[in-house]
């Protein structure tokens, strides 16, 4: 139960677009990497139907419907895909700096 709670909530971290790729040209056009691309057409997949990755990574299907029954709708009929948002892209990168920047005022040690 734990495990698919874990990855979930993986999922979830990651289809909100949380994941930055740190560039040197903040204030540019940023588009998403080939990588950051191939991320995106995952989790798509995993919320077009979530049961089939479930079972790709061998998970019980049937367990997680018995241990998430109130995702019982979005488990077997799927969810939207995301897309790209350059807004949203440009806000996790500039608080990726203000991590990173407050990361080395607290642990100047750490490169």
């Known amino acids: 139960m734990k495990r698919i709670l874990a990855i979930f909530m993986l999922l979830l971290f990651f289809a909100f677009g949380l994941a930055v790729n ?5 204030d540019s056009a940023m588009e998403p990497s080939e990588a950051e691309l191939l991320l995106l057409e995952l989790i798509n997949e995993a ?4 049961l089939d990755m479930a079972a790709s990574l061998g998970m019980d299907t049937e367990k ?11 488990l077997t009929k799927g969810m939207k895909p995301v897309v790209f948002d350059e807004r949203i892209y440009k806000a996790a990168y500039s608080h990726a700096v203000d991590m990173i920047a407050g990361q080395q005022l607290l642990f100047p040690h750490i490169p």
């Open 22 to 26: 740190l560039r040197a040209e903040e």
């Open 47 to 50: 919320r077009r139907a979530p």
């Open 64 to 74: 997680i419907l018995a241990d998430l029954p109130d995702l019982y709708d979005i």
